[in-house]
């Protein structure tokens, strides 16, 4: 037998309650039973979006919401500025021109976050830019672009919106989407919502609205304004994952009794403490700096494949990791610390990459990082 523990950047581990809530008899969603419920949780998804718009909830994975995010609010032709740091930056380019967006790219060098001057000046050089699309933490580099400082930078321009995929960021990090003014945030089930794979969310700002007004881009499963005229009636347009939504209305609970200062603290302390665990350890850290509180990219170390670390943790340990995407294949793995985590997850996850690194013949002082990371997760 082998102990499986799921430490990768989503899909994150369930609570034992939420899959317990989700284990319910089906109740049908045209029912006053399921309008109490959506209505229940789309007011508590106001809170953790710190938002007093509508989030749509959408019965898909978080890209549907990207994908929403560019069909909804921008017409073929229109301009958009895409800031691409890793791979989730890329796939805003590639969206954009599916729906016939007219994309200046911002290339941020892997493992660095963009300097938010860079965007001020693309948006100055060309005051047609409809949108700009930023991950607000990406999570195939381990970096977190500085939310706040592009929100300033945007807000004040009345044509222009700006769309954050905070799909491992929402509920990890404080995002103020009202108070900084986030037009469109997105964020996915299977993160720090601690649920499953299969429900996204999205919150939309008045500006962000008025934009769809005037869009000419075809949508059909993921129209906005369709949605939102079902949802604010505690409806929803089609089928929702009525399971998924039994099993938010826990997770919700859950988040509110701990509060969200308290929710960011949390993440902020067990990144920190496996961050220095596995600096402890010998290793470096792949960004640079601004390390995303999500997921922690980790540099391999001289002549250890990446890859072989993510594969051992998996087959030798049960610890399920994930490796580096594209050119980072072999060259980072990532561990994550989002969502139902705690203090064990992350000494458990030290102590097994010092054990994968001698096992693979690396020199490292065995409990070198486990001991850092357990200084700092010392209840006082
Ligand atoms: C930052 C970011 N954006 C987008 C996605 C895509 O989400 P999904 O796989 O739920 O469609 C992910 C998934 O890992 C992500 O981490």
Redesign the pocket.
């Known amino acids: 037998m082998i102990k499986r523990y799921l430490l990768a950047?989503?899909p994150t581990p369930v609570p034992p309650e939420v899959l317990l809530a989700m284990a319910r008899p089906m109740i049908h969603h045209r029912a006053p039973e399921f309008s109490e419920l959506f209505g229940e949780v789309r007011e508590n998804l106001k809170w953790l979006f710190q938002t007093q718009n509508d989030v749509l909830i959408l019965a898909?994975?978080?890209?549907?919401g990207?994908e929403g995010a560019v069909g909804n609010f921008l017409s073929p032709g229109d301009k958009a500025l895409v800031i691409n740091g890793g791979k989730?930056g890329e796939?805003w380019g590639k969206l954009c021109k599916t729906f016939g967006v007219q994309v200046t790219e911002i290339k941020v060098e892997w493992g660095q976050a963009v300097d938010p001057a860079a965007v001020a000046e693309a948006l100055k050089k060309d005051p047609a830019i409809k949108a700009v699309f930023v991950?607000a933490?990406?999570?195939?580099t381990g970096v977190a672009h500085d939310t706040k400082a592009l929100a300033d930078i945007v807000r004040p321009l009345d044509g222009t919106i700006l769309v954050v995929?905070a799909?491992?960021?929402l509920g990890v990090f404080d995002l103020k989407t009202d108070a900084w003014g986030l037009d469109v945030v997105i964020t996915?089930s299977?993160?720090a919502l601690m649920l499953p794979?299969g429900l996204?969310f999205v919150s939309v700002s008045d500006k962000a609205w008025q934009m769809a007004e005037k869009a000419k881009n075809a949508t059909f499963y993921f129209n906005f304004k369709k949605e939102r005229e079902s949802q604010v009636k505690n409806q929803t347009a089609y089928t929702p994952a009525v399971s998924m939504i039994l099993g938010l209305q826990e997770v919700l609970k859950m988040l509110k009794a701990e509060g969200l200062e308290a929710v960011f603290t949390r993440h902020a302390r067990l990144a920190h403490a496996m961050r220095e665990g596995i600096k402890g350890a010998g290793l470096s850290l792949f960004p640079k700096k601004s390390p995303s509180d999500a997921v922690t990219a980790v540099s391999s170390p001289e002549g250890v494949d990446g890859q072989a670390i993510y594969r051992n943790l998996r087959v030798q340990y049960g610890i399920t990791a994930a490796g580096g995407q594209d050119h980072l294949k072999g060259k980072i793995f990532r561990v994550s610390h989002m969502g139902y985590m705690d203090s064990f997850d992350v000494i458990m996850t030290v102590a097994a990459i010092e054990m994968v690194l001698k096992g693979l013949g690396h020199s490292v002082k065995l409990g070198s990082g486990v001991a850092r990371a357990q200084e700092l997760l010392i209840v006082k």
């Not at 898909?60 to 549907?64: F, K, P, Q």
């Not at 933490?137 to 195939?140: L, R």
């Open positions: 950047p989503g898909s994975s978080g890209t549907g990207m989730f796939r991950q933490s990406e999570t195939s995929d799909i491992t960021a996915g299977q993160k794979p996204a």
